[in-house]
T-cell receptor, first 114, second 118 residues
Framework: ETGVTQTPRHLVMGMTNKKSLKCEQHLGHNAMYWYKQSAKKPLELMFVYNFKEQTENNSVPSRFSPECPNSSHLFLHLHTLQPEDSALYLC?????????????FGNGTRLTVT | DQQVKQNSPSLSVQEGRISILNCDYTNSMFDYFLWYKKYPAEGPTFLISISSIKDKNEDGRFTVFLNKSAKHLSLHIVPSQPGDSAVYFCAASDMRVITQGGSEKLVFGKGTKLTVNP
């Protein structure tokens, strides 16, 4: 139990599908993140939410749409993705405003776009 | 432009010996550095961190060294154990943005795959 739970663990979708990734954290944190890990590349920050407000969009294409209904839940809605979007999508959380507190990651969703 | 670089994609050591993983960074504004460990099919887990006001931080078998003038940090694992076999990510951030009400943004390296042989 990592404290940050992501579902589903694996997802295969076609380019015309619409799907959503879910993240839930049980740590009482109020900052949540989406990261993307592609093969042979570093983890890339996608979005940051603080207290349910989006504070960072790292030039992510609009086919990725985040949603944060409360401080414990984070979604990533996917539509009309491309095969190059296949990657490991990682959710993370930390206490906002807390200096030197590390990010806590979930186990990720392995996404394959066919 | 990669701000955090791990130039060794892999490292293999014998059980009981020291493992040294290296990381270089380019952004002089970074003031907080972390190492994460990742097993297959799991998310990264926090291992150890160091603030820029220190040059060494030790936690059991793990020690992180920071050389600010060289913009270099390293992770030492001694003695290495087979269970340490994983991918190790170096990460860095400018934590001052938090005191300014902003969001911390961790920048990661590509990772080094460590294999500890029995």
């Amino acid at each position: 139990e990592t404290g940050v739970t992501q579902t589903p663990r694996h997802l295969v979708m076609g380019m015309t599908n619409k799907k959503s990734l879910k993240c839930e954290q049980h740590l009482g944190h109020n900052a949540m993140y989406w990261y993307k890990q592609s093969a042979k590349k570093p983890l890339e920050l996608m979005f940051v939410y603080n207290f349910k407000e989006q504070t960072e969009n790292n030039s992510v294409p609009s086919r990725f749409s985040p949603e944060c209904p409360n401080s414990s839940h984070l979604f990533l809605h996917l539509h009309t993705l491309q095969p190059e979007d296949s990657a490991l999508y990682l959710c993370a959380s930390r206490p906002q405003g807390s200096y030197n507190s590390p990010l806590h990651f979930g186990n990720g969703t392995r996404l394959t776009v066919t | 432009d990669q701000q955090v670089k791990q130039n060794s994609p892999s490292l293999s050591v014998q059980e009981g010996r020291i493992s040294i993983l290296n990381c270089d960074y380019t952004n002089s504004m970074f003031d907080y550095f972390l190492w994460y460990k990742k097993y297959p099919a799991e998310g990264p887990t926090f291992l150890i961190s160091i603030s820029s006001i220190k040059d060494k931080n030790e936690d059991g078998r793990f020690t992180v060294f920071l050389n600010k003038s060289a913009k270099h940090l390293s992770l030492h694992i001694v003695p290495s154990q087979p269970g340490d076999s994983a991918v190790y990510f170096c990460a860095a951030s400018d934590m001052r943005v938090i005191t300014q009400g902003g969001s911390e943004k961790l920048v990661f390296g590509k990772g080094t795959k460590l294999t500890v042989n029995p």
